[in-house]
């Protein structure tokens, strides 16, 4: 996505005018210059772009704040001592304005660059409660987990991340908006 923060700000005798990195030209009302003049003034559409990933991690279901008995009672065979393994599944959202000069709500190797960073780094092939530092306070649940992802991205994302949503299994899934 091209934002002001990674734009050059040119000088004009008329005014401001903003440089893409690519050299596009944005007209200060933000329509891009050689844009149809009717357009100018009206909101761009607004599109959700998507991005799966999968990962491999290993966990267990134990929350330091309850006796062993107790977790093994809420827990059941999640709460193994030796953990237990899963091929996640995880599909990121963004939401925006298309860009009338790039087409995008923001760049898919930008978004994969991110998930790499924010996911894959941090989580794949882990024992996510032993190397994830996130969780060794925190329960690895499929809710704590979205929340690390979100919280991962939303820094790399700021204004259009809007869902993570975490497959464990293909029936067990939770969405995850930043509420």
């Known amino acids: 996505m091209i934002t002001q923060h990674v734009m050059r700000r ?3 005798k008329d005014g401001v005018k ?5 050299g596009a030209r944005i007209s200060f009302d933000g329509r891009a210059e050689g844009t149809r003049p009717e357009m100018a003034g009206q ?13 491999s991690a290993a966990h267990r279901l134990h929350s330091p ?23 996640y599944t995880v599909e990121i959202s963004a939401y925006g304005k298309i860009h009338p000069v790039t087409g ?18 941090p989580l794949d092939h882990k024992n996510i409660d032993k190397d994830v530092p996130f969780f060794k306070e925190t329960v690895s649940t499929m809710e704590n987990m ?10 790399l994302l700021p204004g259009i991340l809007y869902e993570v949503k975490v497959h464990e299994t293909e029936n067990n899934v939770v969405v995850y908006r930043g509420e």
């Open 10 to 12: 040119r000088k004009k």
């Open 18 to 22: 903003l440089t893409c990195p690519f």
């Open 43 to 55: 909101t761009p559409p607004m599109a959700y772009i998507s991005c799966r990933a999968t990962f």
């Open 65 to 87: 704040k309850l006796s062993d008995e107790e977790n093994l009672q809420l827990y059941g065979k999640c709460n193994n001592p030796n953990g237990h393994g899963h091929n």
């Open 104 to 121: 995008m709500v923001v760049n898919l190797t930008d978004l994969k660059k991110y998930i790499e960073e924010a996911i894959m780094q």
């Open 146 to 155: 979205a929340l690390f992802i979100w919280k991962g991205l939303e820094q």
